[in-house]
């Protein structure tokens, strides 16, 4: 059991022999002592005041003395209003210590056959272009959202939505056919889906350029000129013959989907996430169709004049919904619905979490009333994880004009810029080739990880890439070079050959006790990151936890200290240390060098 656990047992057994009074140990939840007073936990007894019939310092000053005379490891005690403020006895953090480096999961709790079932979608990219920044955002809060909440026991299922289909797409493979001249990724020498994006953005040149022409030839306004192009006219045909299973335009989508999916495999390995099932719009949108028309027959949609088919959603305080057009065709609404159809075919799901951006809350406020009244168990209480939108300094990005941001060329520039902060640093001296080039890909992604997931992911964000790569601060190379220090500390202590011995009578020092208790609330900050669902908690504990050591290793000495129980205690802080740095950065997805 953790210390808090400890203690909450023993305060509900207080307060029942005190004042009569049945508490379950877990609605105790001790808290952290403000640095001001003195203690180590702290716990509110204004929930018992009323059945003690005392003022809070009284009952605070009885449940304190009962804790002394009967709990072990309660040292002393003092009462500041309703806060009873505990000092745990000191050597008795030596066997949270000791507890700590024996277990391997510390922190972590294993799921069961019969723990609830969470899916967790992320990433739910176009086929008409590469990977961006936002993506980068979404792909990585989604990666670890799914660790925390495997670490807190939950069975956890990672998925991805394709959209492999729609007008964007049939925009790409129009301008394939008008200006590509038969060029393929290794004829042009590009990832496939670099390659795709290219012919997205050249539509959107020559488009412009036509609604300009019209525009001009017509004496009308832009606007005017839209509706009139020939260009958006032919990307819509083809979509219509796309939904009309025209062989010829299907085996031109095919192909050209191929090139991409094989693009954003590399970058999503290189990114380190990965997916345990992978479902595909054009796939999905016919099931979606499907339950619309279920909908339509049961009432719970209805057609208007034109054909269209719709939701009336007025009840729930919203507005009318469109589900399929009037020409037949779907929206985004129709294949959420198909996808949510399969997976519900293909899993048990308890919980279903989207992790998109917070331009699409209405969005999931509808799908969350359609699925609901669809018959979906979970719809009701289906969770859209909304975060906020990432930028650079110069901007914001937008992919139809090519100014977007592309993911691989972001983890390039990362990598690079890693490279020329350790060199100049001297962080490098002495390494292989080979190593150098494993640690500047584990610090430039580190670093790029890190600055995105530290931050709480309901917020707008800027992202800097010089500040990320900083080896000072709130920065994941920061925290990847504490971890580095920490095992290079242990591997001369095993080259001194010092043998492990008994550090438990061995009373801590001020400074250690604060690094165990640090320890010791890893378990909490797990479970509260995954309640909340924000990596950043994580993160952010993360960067106090290698401060703290940091200030330890500064007043301390390890290796070189002459008491082997003074020394084997410290030697086991290291290593708890490191192995929960280890643990914490995995929930972020972000590996940690042994050397540096």
């Given at each position: 059991m953790t210390i808090e656990e400890i203690l909450a047992q023993a305060v509900a057994k207080a307060v029942k022999e005190l004042y009569g009074v049945e508490t379950a140990a877990e609605a105790i939840v001790p808290q952290t002592t403000r640095k001001e007073y003195e203690g180590n936990l702290t716990i509110v007894v204004f929930p018992w005041v009323k059945a003690a019939r005392k003022a809070p310092e009284a009952v605070g000053n009885e449940i304190g003395q009962w804790l002394v005379e009967n709990e072990p490891a309660i040292d002393r005690f003092n009462v500041i209003k309703g806060f009873l403020n505990l000092v745990i006895e000191p050597t008795f953090w030596n066997s949270v210590l000791h507890h700590i480096v024996e277990t391997p999961d510390y922190g972590f709790t294993e799921a069961t056959e019969s723990s609830p079932l969470v899916m967790v979608e992320y990433s739910s990219p176009n086929t008409n272009k590469p990977l961006h920044l936002g993506h980068v955002r979404n792909n990585l809060l989604g990666y670890s959202l799914s660790q925390i909440l495997k670490a807190c026991g939950n069975r956890v299922v990672k998925t991805n939505i394709v959209n492999d289909r729609g007008i964007h797409i049939c925009k790409s493979m129009l301008a394939w056919l008008k200006w590509g001249d038969g060029v393929t990724p290794e004829k042009a020498g590009k990832k496939g889906d670099h390659l795709i994006g290219d012919f997205y953005v050249l539509f959107d040149k020559h488009y412009k350029a036509e609604i300009k022409e019209i525009a001009k030839r017509d004496n009308i306004s832009e606007e005017e000129a839209?509706?009139?192009?020939?260009l958006m006219e032919d990307a819509r045909e083809m979509l219509r013959r796309w939904e009309a299973k025209d062989p010829e335009v299907r085996k031109l989508w095919a192909m050209m989907n191929e090139w991409v999916y094989a693009g954003f495999d590399q970058t999503y390995k290189r990114m380190g996430v990965d997916f345990d099932k992978i479902y595909y719009e054009s796939n999905t949108y016919l099931e979606g169709k499907e339950k619309v028309m279920e909908g339509l027959e049961k009432g719970i949609m209805f057609r208007k004049e034109d054909g269209s088919v719709w939701a009336d959603l007025s009840d729930a305080g919203l507005d009318q919904k469109l589900l399929l057009r009037a020409d037949g065709t779907s929206v985004y609404m129709t294949q959420d619905i198909g996808t949510a159809k399969l997976r519900y075919q293909d899993f048990p799901i308890d919980k279903m979490i989207y992790v998109v951006g917070n331009e699409q809350n209405y969005h999931f406020q509808v799908l969350s009333i359609l699925l609901d009244r669809l018959g979906f168990k979970w719809g009701k209480d289906l969770v859209h994880f909304s975060y906020g939108m990432v930028e650079l300094p110069e901007g914001k990005m937008k992919s139809r004009e090519g100014t977007v941001v592309d993911a691989d060329d972001l983890m390039e520039e990362m990598v690079e810029g890693a490279r020329q902060v350790s060199q100049e640093l001297g962080k490098l001296d002495g390494l292989?080739?080979?190593?150098?080039?494993?640690?500047?890909?584990?610090?430039?992604?580190?670093?790029?990880?890190?600055?995105?997931?530290?931050?709480?992911?309901?917020?707008n964000m800027l992202f800097n890439p010089k500040e990320?790569?900083?080896?000072?601060g709130n920065t994941g190379p920061f925290i990847q070079y504490t971890y580095a220090r920490i095992r290079s500390v242990l591997r001369k202590a095993a080259e001194q050959g010092f043998d492990k011995v008994d550090y438990l009578r061995v009373t801590p020092n001020e400074k250690e006790i604060e690094l165990i208790q640090a320890l010791a609330n890893f378990p909490s900050v797990v479970s509260e990151a995954?309640?909340?669902?924000?990596?950043?908690?994580?993160?952010?504990?993360?960067?106090?936890?290698?401060?703290?050591?940091?200030?330890?290793?500064?007043?301390?000495?390890?290796?070189?200290?002459?008491?082997?129980?003074?020394?084997?205690?410290?030697?086991?802080?290291?290593?708890?240390?490191?192995?929960?740095?280890?643990?914490?950065?995995?929930?972020?997805?972000?590996?940690?060098?042994?050397?540096?």
């Amino acid at each position: 059991m953790t210390i808090e656990e400890i203690l909450a047992q023993a305060v509900a057994k207080a307060v029942k022999e005190l004042y009569g009074v049945e508490t379950a140990a877990e609605a105790i939840v001790p808290q952290t002592t403000r640095k001001e007073y003195e203690g180590n936990l702290t716990i509110v007894v204004f929930p018992w005041v009323k059945a003690a019939r005392k003022a809070p310092e009284a009952v605070g000053n009885e449940i304190g003395q009962w804790l002394v005379e009967n709990e072990p490891a309660i040292d002393r005690f003092n009462v500041i209003k309703g806060f009873l403020n505990l000092v745990i006895e000191p050597t008795f953090w030596n066997s949270v210590l000791h507890h700590i480096v024996e277990t391997p999961d510390y922190g972590f709790t294993e799921a069961t056959e019969s723990s609830p079932l969470v899916m967790v979608e992320y990433s739910s990219p176009n086929t008409n272009k590469p990977l961006h920044l936002g993506h980068v955002r979404n792909n990585l809060l989604g990666y670890s959202l799914s660790q925390i909440l495997k670490a807190c026991g939950n069975r956890v299922v990672k998925t991805n939505i394709v959209n492999d289909r729609g007008i964007h797409i049939c925009k790409s493979m129009l301008a394939w056919l008008k200006w590509g001249d038969g060029v393929t990724p290794e004829k042009a020498g590009k990832k496939g889906d670099h390659l795709i994006g290219d012919f997205y953005v050249l539509f959107d040149k020559h488009y412009k350029a036509e609604i300009k022409e019209i525009a001009k030839r017509d004496n009308i306004s832009e606007e005017e000129a839209e509706k009139r192009s020939p260009l958006m006219e032919d990307a819509r045909e083809m979509l219509r013959r796309w939904e009309a299973k025209d062989p010829e335009v299907r085996k031109l989508w095919a192909m050209m989907n191929e090139w991409v999916y094989a693009g954003f495999d590399q970058t999503y390995k290189r990114m380190g996430v990965d997916f345990d099932k992978i479902y595909y719009e054009s796939n999905t949108y016919l099931e979606g169709k499907e339950k619309v028309m279920e909908g339509l027959e049961k009432g719970i949609m209805f057609r208007k004049e034109d054909g269209s088919v719709w939701a009336d959603l007025s009840d729930a305080g919203l507005d009318q919904k469109l589900l399929l057009r009037a020409d037949g065709t779907s929206v985004y609404m129709t294949q959420d619905i198909g996808t949510a159809k399969l997976r519900y075919q293909d899993f048990p799901i308890d919980k279903m979490i989207y992790v998109v951006g917070n331009e699409q809350n209405y969005h999931f406020q509808v799908l969350s009333i359609l699925l609901d009244r669809l018959g979906f168990k979970w719809g009701k209480d289906l969770v859209h994880f909304s975060y906020g939108m990432v930028e650079l300094p110069e901007g914001k990005m937008k992919s139809r004009e090519g100014t977007v941001v592309d993911a691989d060329d972001l983890m390039e520039e990362m990598v690079e810029g890693a490279r020329q902060v350790s060199q100049e640093l001297g962080k490098l001296d002495g390494l292989t080739a080979q190593e150098i080039d494993e640690i500047c890909e584990t610090v430039g992604l580190g670093a790029l990880k890190y600055f995105l997931l530290k931050v709480d992911p309901r917020k707008n964000m800027l992202f800097n890439p010089k500040e990320s790569i900083d080896f000072n601060g709130n920065t994941g190379p920061f925290i990847q070079y504490t971890y580095a220090r920490i095992r290079s500390v242990l591997r001369k202590a095993a080259e001194q050959g010092f043998d492990k011995v008994d550090y438990l009578r061995v009373t801590p020092n001020e400074k250690e006790i604060e690094l165990i208790q640090a320890l010791a609330n890893f378990p909490s900050v797990v479970s509260e990151a995954g309640r909340t669902f924000s990596p950043a908690l994580v993160a952010n504990y993360t960067y106090d936890l290698v401060k703290q050591f940091n200030q330890f290793y500064h007043d301390y000495s390890i290796l070189k200290e002459e008491d082997k129980a003074v020394k084997a205690l410290r030697l086991a802080l290291c290593e708890a240390t490191a192995s929960t740095v280890k643990k914490a950065m995995g929930l972020l997805g972000i590996s940690v060098p042994e050397r540096m």
